[in-house]
């Protein structure tokens, strides 16, 4: 199985560059998560999804859009890359999630 | 804003110590869970305790959660090498699909 697949693993963007990272899960789980890690700061929800067709805003939603048109993707857009978006970006997912998500490894981003 | 904070933020032991890191939250929630993140890579789940349990064991960790001092506490026992990782606590409230991660402690096991 390869579980949550999360493309690329590293990017170096210029400010006010648009991109979107990918999320991919094989497991047919409806729910899906979209997580920012910073440095001291633990991490922090930025999108999630419980099912194809429905997404929500999480605690820090600002200057990124999500969709789910599918139950297996749920990609991470950038419309204008600001320096305060260089984090590194975990997409999980879970079938049931009062038994825990699964996590992809990550997606290292640097906006200069 | 975080829910749970874990302390301490850094430990480091000699391999064969037990480790014990602490979580505490605001809310009520309906379950706790503790992931592991080795350096560099994603966060695996490594045990849950609901709300109406006290005590979990899973191998060598165990899990207690007290919710009236809104707190829980990670012990893993016989510590190895390769324990080295942050740990970080995470609740679910009444969305489990939610999560709110603490900041984490950054274990260090030393051979």
């Known amino acids: 199985n390869a579980g949550v697949t999360q493309t690329p693993k590293f990017q170096v963007l210029k400010t006010g560059q648009s991109m979107t990272l990918q999320c991919a899960q094989d497991m047919n789980h409806e729910y899906m998560s979209w997580y920012r890690q910073d440095p001291g700061m633990g991490l922090r929800l930025i999108h999630y999804s419980v099912g194809a067709g429905i997404t929500d805003q999480g605690e820090v939603p600002n200057g990124y859009n999500v969709s789910r048109s599918t139950t297996e993707d749920f990609p991470l857009r950038l419309l204008s890359a600001a320096p305060s978006q260089t984090s590194v970006y975990f997409c999980?997912?879970?079938?049931?999630?009062?038994?825990?998500?699964?996590f992809g490894s990550g997606t290292r981003l640097t906006v200069v | 804003s975080q829910q749970g904070e874990e302390d301490p933020q850094a430990l480091s032991i000699q391999e064969g110590e037990n480790a014990t890191m602490n979580c505490s939250y605001k809310t009520s929630i309906n379950n706790l869970q503790w992931y592991r993140q080795n350096s560099g890579r994603g966060l695996v789940h490594l045990i849950l305790i609901r709300s109406n349990e006290r005590e979990k064991h899973s191998g060598r960790l165990r899990v207690t959660l007290d919710t009236s001092k809104k707190s829980s506490s990670l012990l893993i026992t016989a510590s190895r090498a390769a324990d080295t990782a942050s740990y970080f606590c995470a609740t679910g409230g009444g969305s489990n699909y939610k999560l709110t991660f603490g900041k984490g402690t950054l274990l260090t096991v030393n051979p």
């Open positions: 999980a997912s879970s079938d049931r999630p009062d038994y825990g998500y699964t």
